[in-house]
């Protein structure tokens, strides 16, 4: 229907006939009525229209190449230059229809959506497509998993690693990890003063060495008196991107001073790494643990909740201060892989029982 309107409107170009449409004129100079359209008319003329503007980018990019195949590229370009038209313009609808096979347009989507695409293997182009057209996604998001997709690819599969749990200085357990093997660095560093100060610094030296490049990390601020501290230190090797805030309910009430509403979790980059599903907001609403095993035990949820927007399945997340090892449950919960590092036996110990494979599992 559309592709007859079409030819119908050149042919009134061209002065052959008049192009008429759900009671609307159409010529050189713009829209007339034909008589008085009624309201499902013209939102039926709209709806045609913007039809129309979609499919024509791709019948022009089909035309172009089709001209090329019958007269070659030179004889195309000199037709096109003899026209006056934009070849920029063309150039992008000709490049556009020969990435995206036909068999793989989608009528529910717009030229745009098809752009944004066009780049992509063709496996990758189906699945983006695919989504797209079930979900409902806009242009925006079209190019937004498409950038996801070029940060992954730029990553490197890394040494394989095992999970597991590992008890002494996490300074030099970290030494021995292969350089750029860890997908993510989630840790909520101890507090204590100049000496805590210090390890932090040394921890994150290091971790930025075995981290792959484009990943994200993680680091919880213990105290507000902290923050001044600890954010200057994640600064001199990562890309602080973001200060998340984690309001808790019930608050922590604390003696001489306000009730404790609310964490601080800062979140950094080693390179540019998109966060996997829609852009969450800053700041984020979990319950605090309500019987904790550890001092500074973090509620699994949320935990889980940043692994799943900065790894996939598998990844490697590594928490240099495990404590009980909540990190490393939320990673196994989530299907990725861990490494969590503790000074203490005690804490390592109840980290090994709550990591302890399931019987009959």
């Not at 070849?87 to 989608?106: C, E, N, P, Y």
């Amino acid at each position: 229907m559309a592709q007859r309107k079409l030819l119908q409107l050149q042919r009134h170009h061209q002065g052959q006939e008049p192009f008429v449409y759900a009671d609307f004129r159409f010529d050189e100079h713009g829209l007339t009525t034909v008589g008085s359209p009624s309201g499902t008319e013209w939102a039926e003329c709209l709806d045609h229209l913007m039809h129309v503007e979609e499919n024509v980018h791709f019948w022009i990019g089909d035309l172009l190449l089709y001209g090329e195949s019958r007269w070659g590229e030179m004889s195309v370009q000199q037709m096109i230059e003899a026209t006056g038209y934009d070849d920029k313009t063309l150039g992008v609808f000709k490049w556009v229809a020969a990435q995206v096979d036909i068999s793989r347009r989608r009528v529910n989507l717009t030229f745009s959506h098809h752009q944004a695409v066009a780049g992509l293997p063709m496996d990758q182009q189906e699945l983006i497509l695919t989504r797209a057209e079930g979900e409902g996604w806009t242009t925006k998001t079209v190019r937004h998993e498409v950038n996801c997709l070029a940060c992954e690819s730029e990553r490197p599969a890394g040494p394989p690693i095992l999970s597991g749990l590992h008890h002494g200085d996490c300074r030099e357990v970290m030494a021995t990890l292969p350089d750029e093997s860890i997908d993510l660095l989630l840790t909520d560093p101890p507090t204590g003063g100049p000496e805590a100060l210090r390890v932090v610094d040394d921890v994150l030296r290091c971790a930025i060495t075995k981290l792959k490049p484009n990943s994200h990390a993680y680091i919880f601020v213990p105290t507000w008196e902290m923050f001044a501290e600890i954010a200057p230190l994640v600064e001199r090797y990562f890309d602080l991107r973001n200060a998340l805030l984690w309001v808790k309910n019930p608050p922590e009430v604390g003696e001489g001073s306000y009730a404790g509403l609310q964490g601080v979790i800062l979140f950094a980059h080693k390179g540019r790494r998109h966060l996997n599903g829609g852009r969450d907001g800053n700041v984020l609403y979990f319950d605090p643990v309500p019987a904790p095993r550890h001092p500074q035990e973090t509620p699994v949820a949320l935990l889980r909740y940043l692994i799943e927007k900065s790894t996939l399945g598998k990844e490697v997340v590594l928490d240099p201060f495990m404590g009980s090892g909540s990190t490393c449950v939320a990673a196994r919960d989530a299907g990725r892989r861990y490494v969590g590092m503790e000074t203490d036996r005690q804490w390592y110990e109840e980290g090994q029982r709550r990591l302890a494979p399931v019987a009959g599992a």
